[in-house]
């Protein structure tokens, strides 16, 4: 924990709101210059690797170099992404979004920046072999670690690194999707999980900086151009519904089966290292019948936009195909998001289902457009938990009010189910996984992660079931406590003892008599929720913390401790939800 | 050494010492029409008379084959040859033609060395850029007298616009049109025509007008087919609708959607017989005077900036001709730049896939 939490800002408003400016420009800028790098050196590799359509075609008359080409790239990615995974990043799983709203929600440690910068390169890899796999994933942790380098500057402001680190992932969505206001609400509601002003601020600031950056200096293209007439008939609303609530059957199979083949990969026997270049080998094939899942696919995205594009059959076919190696591709660790796939996913099953409606041909409907979109929005925004950013990021991309209509009520009827049958998103069940769960909001998720030892004492009174209850009441009522823990001879814990065990007892019975040999015992491992929760059912006011290898006694937890740390940290939630600048 | 063979010798030497005594040559290929008409005007006329030189124009009409072809022994030799930059590419990677020395370029007027002058995109390993050309779609007036073509969508729309198109018989330009019609953007149509996807869609929307085309071959075409009422519609080069518009006075108007971009290309063959000759002539024709005078015959860009400054009246009409280059902004916003490294890699591919596709017609 973080010690500046508490300490108050040590500047005048005017300093602060400078400061925070200055550093939500600068991390604007530097993001923009690095998300516009990582995405180029994708488009770079993609090129010099045969992977990008327009250089494969120039192989089409050379059917067998093309096989070797398409099977062979991602497979020799594959086995350079296990190796740089496995051998350069500390926890040796490539980092994400996940890892970021962990350290601005627990202001905990950021992953080491060596680990963060190989991750970043093995997704610049996995992208650039063709893996399917998401780049914004990868460029949401890049803004994080350039937000995360504002701690160098040691600047006593509370809660900065959170601020910084926010600003950092509103710039990279800035900038990669080319949508500023998408970009702030995304960190506010993806990472920060709220909307104070005080972060409020740096991060419109980065999110501006970042896009006006990418788009005035560097002159990027606009990612997704849409032509939409409008939509022609008011019913067609009930099929965006409709939409939406089949995209959040989608959008909950798509993330249960890469979390199952995360869960599957970790059991097999195939090493590690060695995986991703298995998931590449079996992309590289499948590849070779339908080219459309390799990579981004930034083609097949546009060609859902058009009508009569593909046949419905097709579509089905690449929209399986698809998800089965996006979900191979990511649990056997290629490094990279979910978020683009899913995207296409998205759109093909939003062009599937405006195809079948076209074939029925039982009411009239403004094209396949719309009902694309809704698709993608509809599949991609249970994943990522971020409805808001999605339903900007529609109006952002088409600049059309009609088109945003749609997708939102897409996204409102799929956000809603998914949200019941699955969770929030994939990030908060793989972080629940990992001990951080947040389905009951941050207050509950922050004291039920960890370990309970920071609030573990080691200095107290300690009883041997021989002491007179006599001379342990007087010692307990001295100390103002009610109860106490008993050790035996083997300096093991062996009962526990309340000041009302005792009354109306002769002062001489030895303790052993009246303890209760049942003690609650925490661990190392057992978490401020839980403790929270067993002192509540239990009548004493202390635990013991044993070591769950070697059973020693570690210290003591007192109620009261829990009940401060379980207050600061509400109160922490509270300031940093509340602050002004 | 034989009588025969001696026979020979004398021949040749007879040959040789002939061709000194007369004049030199220099053998141009080019395209037809009001192009090759005002390049004779205004480049192989003067040039003649300067370097007291004759100029045998050849005809040519894009593509690489018939490059090939003078490869073969007994085919009379071309020097110079005007082409479009796709085509220079690909013949450039053949081998058909030589690497251009850059050194041949006259600096302009103020002194500014050729490597500033030249637009950038000019330059080529095997030869110079030397203008910008728009192939356009364009309808003959007098078939639309209430609503009129606007957008490449409606020259495949045949039921809002009936009546015959005049179409290049060439993969080239029709692939891309077909494409915006589906209203994707300029700067993804290589991508997705990249893709059997891509080719599956343009053969879809060349399905719609199968039975609607009258092929052309030569660059005066499409202005002949509409001028006798042949066609309604047609592409073609901005410069013959122009010329045909301005000096002919036939009803043609250009649509401003969708103009195809391209460079014409000076390029020396590889088994020219006056490489030095050929060079002295390239330097001549893309000196900033000389461009100046072929723009305001023909609203074509020029590819020197102190060329493009110069632009003025068109020679013919006293009409300013600025407006009507292919680079002007009063032209159109959906402009394609021809991608010509993708099509050098891909001229098998689209030829196979087009020859398919026109021996599938009337199935």
Known sequence: MNESESSPAHYGVVTTILLLAGLGSTIGIIVSILAIGFLEGIAWLNTEFLIAPHERIQLETRPLILALVVIGVPAVGGLIVGFIIYYFVSVRRPLGPPDTILVVQTRGTPQPLGSGIMSTLAAMISLGCGASVGQYGPLVYLGSIVGSLANVLKLKVPNL??????????????????????????????????YAVKAFAPTTVAAAMGFIFANVVFDRPPLFLVVFEGIQHGYEFIFFALIGILGAFVAVGFSKGVLYCQNY??????????RPMVAGTILGVVALQIPDVLGIGQETLRFATIDNAFEINELALI??????????????????????????????????????????????HSGVVPYAICGMMAATSPV????????????????????????????????????????????DIQLAARGFDLTLGRISAIISYGSITHIMRSEYPRFHPDDKIGKVAFQLAHIGRTAGI????????VGIVHVGDCTGLAPTTPLGDVMNRNTMRFSESTNVGEALEAFRQSKYEVAPVISSKSQDLLGVVYESDVISEYRRVSDRIRNEENEPI | MNRYSLAILMVSLLTVSNGWAQDDELTISSWGGSYVAAQSEVFFEPFEKEHNVRINLRPYNGGIAPLELLENPGHASWDVIDMTESDALAACNHRLIAEFDRSILHPAADGTPPRKDFVRSSFFKCGIGHLSYATVLAYDERAFAAIKPNSVADFFDIERFPGKRAIQRTPKGIMEWAMLSYNVPVRQIYDLLSTKRGFRLVTHRLNQIRDHIVWWDEGHEPVELLREGKV??????????????????IPITIIPDGQFLELSVWTIHRQARRPDLAAKFIGFATSTERMVAFSNTLPYGPTRKSAIDRIGLHAASNA?????????????????????????GTETLRNRWFNEWLNSAGE
């Open chain 1, 486 to 493: 008993i050790i035996g001879d083997n300096d093991r814990v």
């Open chain 1, 265 to 274: 990969a970790s059991r097999s026997r195939i090493p590690a290292a060695l």
């Open chain 1, 384 to 427: 990522i938990g971020a409805p808001l950013a999605m339903i900007l990021i529609v109006f952002e991309l088409t600049r059309n009010y009609d088109l945003t209509i749609a997708a939102m009520v897409a996204v409102v009827f799929s956000n809603l189910l998914a949200s019941r049958i699955f969770g929030r998103s994939m990030f």
């Open chain 2, 232 to 249: 309604v519609m047609a592409s073609g080069f901005n410069g013959r609708f122009y010329d045909a518009r301005t000096n002919q006075n």
């Open chain 2, 320 to 344: 300013s001709i600025r407006e009507h280059l292919p680079m002007s902004e009063f032209a159109s916003n959906r402009r394609i730049r021809t991608d010509s490294e993708w099509y050098s």
């Open chain 1, 319 to 364: 929209i399986i195909a698809k998800v089965a190696v996006t979900i191979l591709c990511l649990g056997f660790g290629f490094a990279g998001g979910v978020f683009s796939p899913i995207l296409l996913i998205g759109i093909l099953f939003g062009a599937l289902c405006g195809s079948v409606l076209d074939q029925l041909q039982i009411v009239g």
């Open chain 1, 161 to 194: 690194q959170a601020i910084c680190i926010a600003s950092g992932v509103a710039a990279a969505i800035s900038v990669s999707f080319n949508a500023p206001i998408a970009g702030m609400v995304f960190a506010h509601e993806v990472i920060l999980r709220h």
